[in-house]
């Protein structure tokens, strides 16, 4: 499902609303059938862990932190460390095998928003959700991006909702809600 309107209408806010990184003022949020509306920010997590995956609009990689070590981060919080192979592979699917060992500084925009997808991915998420994955691209590796980002969607069998602003990739959902005023039109 793709999330389109114009910019300050609520979209990034919606996507926080539903995926728990904020709590709405008024009524409620489900996930899987259970709400999580009334949970303390740490509970919240807990649900997350495993559900639900995000690709953040400025990626949020840990500059630290190898690619390798960032798409394996999420297996870590979720003890599963032992998987660096999965990790490897999603790296090799997006292309970035050779980079693994590269720290975020010295990747470009594109390679840096590839890491993002495959951390993303990495506990083959029910939902990710996904706040303007190729708004920061160039068109070819915009293009790239979305490939890749459908690849995995179909590979994982993941449910995806995203924001975006490019039509092109909103065309290639299944649905379209669109936004205006904080609210769905």
């Known amino acids: 499902m793709a999330i389109c309107g ?3 209408c609520g979209k990034s806010t919606l996507l926080g609303l539903l995926g728990g ?9 489900l996930w899987f059938g259970e709400s999580i509306s009334g949970l303390d920010e740490e509970a919240r997590s807990a649900k997350r862990n495993g559900q639900l995956g995000f690709v953040f609009q400025s990626f949020q990689l840990l500059p630290q932190l190898s690619a390798l070590e960032n798409v394996m981060l999420p297996l870590a919080l979720a003890g ?3 998987e ?6 999603l790296l090799d699917m997006v292309g970035l095998a050779k980079r693994s060992r590269h720290f975020p500084a010295t990747l470009s925009g594109g390679e840096q928003q ?4 495959a ?9 990710l959700l996904a706040d303007e994955p190729t708004g920061s691209l160039d068109a070819a590796s915009g293009e790239r991006v979305m490939a890749l980002f459908f690849e995995l969607q179909r590979e994982h069998q993941t449910t995806v909702v995203v924001v975006t602003h490019d ?3 909103a065309g ?4 379209l809600v669109q936004m205006r005023a904080g609210r769905i039109v």
């Open 84 to 89: 660096q192979a999965r990790a490897e592979s």
């Open 6 to 8: 114009p910019s300050g």
């Open 21 to 29: 990184l904020d709590v709405p003022s008024t009524g409620e949020v």
């Open 167 to 169: 039509q092109s990739l």
């Open 80 to 82: 599963r460390s032992h």
């Open 114 to 117: 590839r890491v993002a997808l």
């Open 119 to 127: 951390r993303a991915f990495a506990l083959s998420p029910r939902l």
């Open 172 to 175: 290639r959902c299944d649905q």
